[in-house]
């Protein structure tokens, strides 16, 4: 039987044991996508990386990235995690990579030590979508009127997996939060082009400083602990509103998974985040 190399990392944690967790399975060329949908569904992690060879002579590998329901096309903490597996999994200590995906090619900066490390990701371009009355949403959060943010619009963005931008106006309405999902999945049915896949609720803690909660319902329990592919999307849409160009969110801690994420604008759109080890495996696969 065919066998993949698989390992288990951290992303976006302080340390070992926080953040979202990522399963990366290396060896991949030989696993179909009905078989890789399979895994990603029995592991029920909020996504499962695949490494294969790179179809593009610009890229150093293709990777292919899956949620319960299926692949998408890009996300954050998987690519962070996939770039410092692939690293490790060579015994470098710094590189620069390139990794092929459904959304184009997006270049990466790994440093390594041991089995931990820093990963930055260089984002896509943010593409703005239609700002959203947040009445709907709010309510579907089961949070009041009172909660909309006096300045800061609900928005949809992306840099490759659309996003819902929801700020409020304090950190004590993202503890309130008790969401209808029928409700919110009808909030969240945008009329545009860019179909957001979550909801980024956020609000603001200091300067440069946010938390923030992403909600989904094509998440595992609904809520995702690091959302990368969101964080970019919050940081453009910052830079676009306010003309902040870098910040830190703190993300996942109501879900007893702490992770900080940092992305700074003033150059490309740029997320970083440490990652961390924790196992190694192998697949046997029919």
């Not at 066998?3 to 992303?11: A, G, K």
């Not at 499962?48 to 996300?75: K, L, M, N």
């Not at 270049?107 to 390594?112: A, C, G, H, P």
């Amino acid at each position: 039987m065919p066998q993949s190399r698989f390992t288990l990392i951290d992303v976006f944690a302080a340390r070992p044991l926080e953040g979202n967790l990522l399963a990366v399975v290396e060896d991949a060329d030989e696993i179909d996508e009905a078989t890789m949908a399979t895994i990603a569904r029995r592991l029920r992690l909020s996504e499962t990386s695949f490494i294969q060879t790179a179809t593009s002579p610009t890229a150093t590998y293709r990777h292919r990235i899956f949620i319960v329901e299926g692949e998408i096309p890009f996300a954050g903490h998987p690519s962070l995690g996939a770039a410092a597996v692939w690293t490790h999994r060579r015994g470098l200590a710094e590189v620069d990579l390139v990794q092929q995906t459904i959304s184009g090619e997006q270049r990466l900066r790994v440093k390594m030590v041991g089995g931990s490390g820093i990963v930055a990701l260089w984002q896509n371009p943010a593409n703005f979508g239609p700002v959203v009355e947040p009445g709907p949403l709010l309510a579907a959060l089961g949070l009041p009127e009172s909660a909309t943010h006096s300045a800061l619009q609900a928005q949809v963005v992306s840099t490759g997996l659309p996003t819902l931008v929801l700020p409020v106006a304090d950190v004590d309405a993202l503890a309130q939060v008790n969401t209808e999902w029928e409700a919110f999945a009808g909030a969240m049915a945008v009329p545009d082009e860019l179909k957001p896949i979550g909801c980024y609720l956020v609000a603001e803690t200091g300067t440069g400083a946010w938390r923030a909660r992403m909600f989904s319902t094509s998440v595992t329990g609904g809520e995702d602990p690091a959302t990368g592919s969101a964080a970019g999307p919050f940081g453009a849409y910052l830079k676009e509103h306010t003309g902040l160009t870098k910040l830190a969110v703190k993300q996942g801690v109501e879900m007893g998974c702490p992770s900080e994420l940092r992305v700074e604008t003033s150059d490309g759109i740029v997320v970083r985040g440490d990652v961390h080890i924790i196992g190694e495996g192998v697949l046997t696969l029919p």
